[in-house]
T-cell receptor, first 112, second 111 residues
Framework: DTAVSQTPKYLVTQMGNDKSIKCEQN?????MYWYKQDSKKFLKIMFS???????INETVPNRFSPKSPDKAHLNLHINSLELGDSAVYFC???????????FGSGTRLTVV | RKEVEQDPGPFNVPEGATVAFNCTYS??????FFWYRQDCRKEPKLLMS???SGNEDGRFTAQLNRASQYISLLIRDSKLSDSATYLC????????????FGKGTRLHILP
């Protein structure tokens, strides 16, 4: 009965690989997000979807591509992984953009 | 001026003491304000929303000062379990309508 679940929890991969992180929420929320938390613990928004529609697309390399097949799912695909992509990626959802978020437990990505 | 600014700490506070953090924001059009807590290697969790009239939840009190553009969090009778990083979050209302996280204030409650 996890509210926001993301998989995998840990991901170790080599530079140049392509990988995906999946996120699902069962809260009935309309808005979902991807955040990146770097080694300095700073949380920065990457993307936001509202009802499957992209509404926020921050300055993120186009190697990162979100996909929302329905409003309960928001996946993140990363091409040609680089060392600097190592971070914790959090998925989150909220009932509306001015409400607080519920976060997933994070995916710790390590690129070697 | 940074969009959302917090003292990174750490604040080392004895158990039972009262501790307060402030967070300043730069965009006067901001509308929604929150405090989150994040434990080590865990996801942020919503602690409380911050309303214009101020609000209280048990030992926690949040205040908003729109004139000076800051929000505050007060923790009374602090417990060891309050040790965490506290993130100030501001909803910057514009076309993008995105939420800005502060870098957080680390709190250590000492036995």
């Amino acid at each position: 009965d996890t509210a926001v679940s993301q998989t995998p929890k840990y991901l170790v991969t080599q530079m140049g690989n392509d990988k995906s992180i999946k996120c699902e929420q069962n809260l009935g929320h309309d808005t979902m997000y991807w955040y990146k938390q770097d080694s300095k613990k700073f949380l920065k928004i990457m993307f936001s979807y509202n009802n499957k529609e992209l509404i926020i697309n921050e300055t993120v390399p186009n190697r990162f591509s979100p996909k929302s097949p329905d409003k309960a799912h928001l996946n993140l695909h990363i091409n040609s992984l680089e060392l600097g992509d190592s971070a914790v990626y959090f998925c989150a959802s909220s009932p509306a953009r001015t409400y607080g978020y519920t976060f997933g437990s994070g995916t710790r990505l390590t690129v070697v | 001026r940074k969009e959302v600014e917090q003292d990174p700490g750490p604040f080392n506070v004895p158990e039972g003491a009262t501790v307060a953090f402030n967070c300043t924001y730069s965009n006067s059009a901001s509308q929604s304000f929150f405090w989150y807590r994040q434990d080590c290697r865990k996801e942020p969790k919503l602690l409380m929303s911050v309303y214009s009239s101020g609000n209280e939840d048990g030992r926690f009190t949040a205040q908003l000062n729109r004139a000076s553009q800051y929000i505050s969090l007060l923790i009374r009778d602090s417990k060891l379990s309050d040790s965490a990083t506290y993130l100030c979050v501001v909803n910057k209302v514009n076309r993008d309508d995105k939420i800005i996280f502060g870098k957080g204030t680390r709190l250590h409650i000492l036995p």
